[in-house]
């Protein structure tokens, strides 16, 4: 399903069944525990559809779970297309990620009732719905039959109307990182204050840890890729994701990465320009500018090349930068030895800059940016001329590349 009928539906369809569900809680709350008999909950659900990149953002909340509650099990539910980055971050069992299909309508409903019959039969007793006011997810978090429900909550926005049958309700807070934010959601479980979140948050500092693949992914994708395009040889590899994914406005405009990568093949590098099978057309564009600026240079397209999450962050451990929009892809890199260049606009890098000291994000804090938020559902009001991106100057984005790649060289002459 597009993301304009997924918005639709959780308008439409999802605000009446709020208030229904809130009504039903309501009526039973004085027969049902709101809060865990015990002290201590038995089994714990993550409900984080949408979002691949914010899977990787979440690392410190799930580590804190582990910590505070050993005893729990921990469960997750997900689209089904994000499944395959939380089984590599190796944080739940993988008998315990329930995932949902929202290819359509009919995969969408049967894996729901699926995934809620088996989360009831996994006794789970709190659910932490990392949604940003999605109705979908509320309600799945009181259909797990948990007793303890967290979520982010409205307070008095109006329009952001989810019900009232989230019983641990907490702000959400534009101004802190995301991260964080996930930490407080998961404190909020055994909270008392009022609201759930009068703590400090202390994020731990650390980069995520790198992802431990298969051994021959690297060297099979060195493999192809000598075989594929000999050109490669011998020069440093930068990787570039030019699409803006389900949402273009977040792309820097096409004419600014021609500009960067004409500089970097100019430096004696070879460019590939990595995304969906989707994206090839923006791919093929990009590669004939760089070939028809600088004949002869090595610039290649790898959009659909990796078959798998597993290889794309394989492909990171070749290469030797990446420069990217927002997206899942700078998320990744995290999870990787590669540097990374980030560019915001339509949101920020104070909510989602990646966990690492390896990346650079790049911003110039227009006074409509960000436009994509929790309170429009990503949404943007703007008219598509994303001036935010338009003036970062490819020129600044090179400098930094040249010396990022110039640290890479640095660390690889160390090491040897």
Request: charged share 20%; hydrophobic share 45%; aromatic share 8%.
């Amino acid at each position: 399903m597009n993301i304009d009928l997924q918005r639709w539906i959780d308008r439409w369809v999802g605000i009446p069944l709020c208030a229904a569900v809130s009504l039903v809680d309501a009526v039973i709350r004085p027969f049902r525990p709101s809060g865990l008999a015990d002290k201590a909950p038995r089994a714990i659900v993550i409900i984080l559809l949408s979002e691949m990149g914010s899977l990787v953002l979440a690392h410190d909340m799930f580590t804190r779970l582990k910590t505070r509650y050993p005893d729990a099990e921990l469960h997750a539910l997900l689209f089904d297309k994000n499944r395959e980055i939380l089984d590599l971050m190796q944080l739940i069992k993988p008998e315990n990620v329930h995932t949902v299909d929202d290819k359509s309508l009919k995969g969408l409903f049967s894996s729901l009732w699926k995934a809620i019959k088996d989360l009831r039969h996994a006794n789970v007793d709190v659910a932490i719905d990392c949604e940003l006011f999605s109705r979908i997810s509320s309600l799945l978090s009181f259909a797990s039959g948990a007793s303890v429900r967290v979520g982010f909550h409205r307070h008095t926005q109006e329009g952001l109307y989810r019900g009232s049958h989230i019983n641990r309700p907490v702000p959400y807070n534009p101004y802190q990182h995301i991260s964080a934010q996930f930490l407080t959601l998961a404190r909020a479980i055994d909270s008392t204050a009022v609201p759930k979140s009068k703590q400090a948050i202390t994020l731990s500092g650390k980069p995520p840890p790198h992802v431990q693949l298969d051994p021959a992914l690297k060297p099979d994708i060195e493999r192809r890729l000598a075989n594929d395009f000999p050109a490669l040889a011998g020069k440093p590899l930068v990787l570039v994701y030019p699409g803006g994914g389900i949402l273009p406005i977040r792309a820097w405009p096409l004419a600014s990465y021609t500009a960067l990568c004409e500089g970097l093949v100019a430096d004696g590098c070879a460019v590939a320009v990595i995304g969906l099978k989707d994206d090839r057309a923006l791919a093929q564009q990009l590669v004939a500018n760089i070939q028809a600026a600088a004949p002869g240079s090595t610039a290649i397209d790898l959009t659909g090349y990796t078959r798998s999450i597993a290889e794309l962050l394989a492909l990171f451990h070749v290469a030797k930068l990446l420069v990217t929009n927002d997206g899942g892809p700078g998320q990744f890199a995290a999870l990787t030895p590669i540097w990374t260049l980030m560019l915001f606009g339509p949101e920020t890098p104070g909510l989602y800059a990646p966990l690492t000291p390896r990346c650079h994000s790049f911003y110039s804090s227009y006074p409509c940016s960000p436009c994509l938020t929790a309170y429009n559902h990503r949404s943007s009001y703007c008219d598509g001329d994303n001036q935010c991106l338009k003036v970062i100057a490819p020129g600044a984005v090179l400098e930094k590349a040249r010396e990022y790649l110039k640290h890479d060289g640095a660390e690889k002459a160390i090491a040897a």
